[in-house]
């Protein structure tokens, strides 16, 4: 009996909180190797390829002076002197940069910014005295807790609806952004003000709506005005729906996405102390939650009269947005899978293999567009790597062989918060390509003004972002240049 217990104990509880006590430690191990001084090398991988005409040289693009909130803001050369001596890569580097023929980047330092952007981009929000309110539509399968708190609505558990009954709540949130704030800042309060939530100071989810599933598609139909074009973010691990709805107000105010933003959110603990077991059990929430992805983003495809919607997933998001794409290729369509515009794979927790060898091919069937952001800097999924032991998709260095057909960015050049995971927010950078992906549908050898052409060592090309272009910049030239698709 004893032997019993003693196996019983082993094969259930112990085993867990092994297992989560293993994903703790490595994350403190991870980050304190991977720490490095900003003045460090990174080995180069190979010598850029030039993309313009010889004999045509064009200075690096200059930033912005406070762009962005210190924590995202990326630091141009100048900066980088001023701090320490560049290192023999860095001014490697800064010589190919001055190589690069980038047009409409000079098309656009000749322009006064200032005042071009309002004549150029969308209006996102409505204005009020000391900050915009953003609409963002969502679908959920979290457990609905019937707070009158909006921010306390939705929990970290499943929703548990009747049998048969769909798991899936539909709505809209209203959030606002305050007037001061920075491209790629998620605004909030310090633990310890005291005055807590401002809608001066802070990006706040204000409240939110929740209606049946017509009156949603119904909703979002008109949302989408005569642009008739949406993006659906779907967050990774240890995101609560509040912050996802934050984000993806957030995201479409500083991109100035011209359609209408949506966000799928799905159970998933904040990882901490107090829950070591968290990301176990979201790795089985996020398989528990592809099939009703699934349904929302063919209902989204399907009802709305939408001729365009963009996929854009983060992190352990992307295993829920693929498994969902793969299921879709054989039930839409070849009409509904052409409304399929951008899949922006932002960061994935996938194991680079199996993405590479078998995901990306089968989405490629559906002749969607991928593009896949990654960086070697994201502390997130090394901590990933050390637990599965196996590399992942969203780390550059673990892509010893390119998928083909799909668009690989490398991120590891930009300045972000939170462990270098959550540069598709948080990084201008990497906003501004994404903003230029989506709303001009080019390609990333077409998008010169926010990438830089690479070569891998297997003759391979791929694309690092430049860093300092601004949104603003880019929308500049998209109207300038007449490659506006959604506006």
């Known amino acids: 009996m004893i032997g019993d217990w003693i196996s019983s104990t082993l094969n259930g509880p112990l085993i867990a909180a092994i297992t989560g006590l293993v994903v703790m430690i490595a994350a403190i191990v991870v980050a304190v190797l991977r720490h490095k001084p900003k003045s460090e090398p990174k080995p180069p991988t190979e010598a850029r390829k030039p993309r313009a005409e010889p004999g045509k040289p064009l200075p690096p693009p200059s930033p912005e002076p406070d762009a962005h909130a210190p ?9 980088t002197e001023a701090l320490d001596a ?50 963002v539509h969502y679908g959920t399968d979290r457990r609905d807790s019937q707070s009158h708190d909006a921010q306390a609505r939705f929990t970290d558990e499943r929703a548990r609806p009747p049998r048969g009954a769909s798991p899936i709540t539909y709505g809209s949130c209203q959030v606002t952004i305050p007037k001061s704030h920075k491209v790629g800042g998620l605004e909030a309060p310090w633990w310890f003000d005291w005055s807590g939530e401002q809608t001066d100071k802070h990006v706040i989810l204000q409240g939110l709506t929740t209606t049946d599933r017509d009156d949603f598609l119904r909703n979002l139909s008109q949302a989408m005005n005569d642009r008739k074009s949406a993006f659906v973010f779907v967050h990774g691990f240890s995101v609560s729906f509040e912050d996802a709805a934050r984000r993806t107000a957030q995201m479409a105010f500083d991109m100035k996405f011209p359609g209408a933003p949506i966000f799928f959110s799905w159970p998933t603990e904040i990882f901490g102390v107090t829950k070591p077991l968290a990301y176990s059990e979201a790795e089985n929430n996020a398989r528990w939650a592809t099939e009703h992805f699934r349904a929302f983003l063919a209902d989204v495809i399907q009802k709305t009269g939408a001729e365009t919607v963009h996929l854009i997933a983060h992190s352990m998001g992307n295993r829920v947005v693929a498994d969902a794409l793969m299921q879709l290729h054989w039930t839409l369509t070849p009409e509904e899978k052409a409304v399929i515009g951008e899949v922006i794979l932002t960061a994935p927790d996938i194991d680079a293999d199996v993405f590479v060898d078998q995901i990306a091919p089968r989405i490629q069937q559906m002749d969607a567009r991928m593009t896949l952001y990654t960086s070697s800097e994201d502390e997130a999924l090394a901590t990933s790597h050390t637990v599965h032991g196996y590399p992942r998709a969203g780390t550059f260095a673990a892509l010893s062989h390119l998928p083909d057909g799909v668009d690989v960015i490398d991120a590891s050049n930009v300045e972000t918060g939170d462990h270098g995971h959550t540069y598709y927010g948080d990084s201008q950078s990497v906003m501004s390509d994404i903003c230029h992906l989506m709303v001009s549908g080019l390609p990333a050898n077409e998008r010169a003004l926010t990438l830089s052409s690479l070569t891998s060592p297997a003759n391979q090309t791929y694309w690092s972002v430049r860093e300092a272009t ?9 109207v300038d240049g007449g490659h506006t698709r959604n506006v």
């Open 71 to 79: 924590d995202v803001q990326s630091l141009d050369d100048a900066e």
């Open 86 to 135: 560049p290192s023999s890569y860095e001014m490697e580097r800064m010589e190919e940069r001055s190589t690069l023929d980038s047009p409409p980047l000079e098309k656009m330092e000749a322009e006064p910014r200032a005042s071009a952007a309002p004549e150029s981009a969308p209006t996102i929000g409505s204005e009020n005295s000391d900050h915009y309110a953003v609409t």
């Open 470 to 478: 601004t949104i603003e910049q880019v929308w500049v030239a998209l």
